[in-house]
């Protein structure tokens, strides 16, 4: 960690900007936290509209049901061999929550419409983005 310090340490001095000393591996780490939860949060959605796009029941519970193994055995093993990780991953979704919340108090949706026209659309009122509402 020395050598690292004193490069940091340089870089600081030179650029008169900050300098961070981290791991790829805990990057890697956090990167794989938040696909395990993306699929998951996709594939629990997937449930709502699994009668359009004709998915099975089983199939999508299972995903659900593996994908959340998957994640909860890499807490505990990231908790057992790389602390400083869980600990950037649990820093990294107090932000995200507390972004989120501040936007709400703003009257910010935390979401636009999938078709990319910018503008927010609740489930309720899919047809403004040029969707057709199923419900």
Do not use: Y
């Not at 490069?7 to 600081?12: E, I, N, P």
């Not at 956090?30 to 395990?36: K, M, N, Q, R, T």
């Not at 995903?63 to 994640?71: D, E, K, L, N, S």
């Not at 990231?78 to 107090?94: K, N, Q, R």
Request: proline residues 4%; hydrophobic residues 50%.
């Amino acid at each position: 960690m020395g050598p690292k310090v004193r490069v940091a340490a340089r870089f600081a001095a030179k650029t008169r900007k900050r300098a961070a000393i981290g791991s790829l591996a805990d990057i890697a780490s956090i990167g794989s936290a938040v696909a395990l939860v993306i699929f998951t949060m996709i594939t629990a959605a997937h449930l709502r509209i699994r009668a359009e796009t004709g998915a099975s029941l089983p199939v999508l519970v299972l995903a659900i049901v593996a994908a959340g193994a998957v994640f909860v055995t890499f807490v505990f093993t990231t908790l057992i061999h790389e602390p400083a990780s869980m600990l950037g991953e649990f820093i990294l979704a107090v932000l995200v929550t507390q972004m989120d919340a501040f936007n709400r108090v703003l009257g910010r949706p935390s979401s636009t419409c999938a078709s990319g026209h910018g503008r927010w659309c609740p489930p309720s009122h899919f047809s403004c983005c040029g969707n057709s509402a199923s419900s």
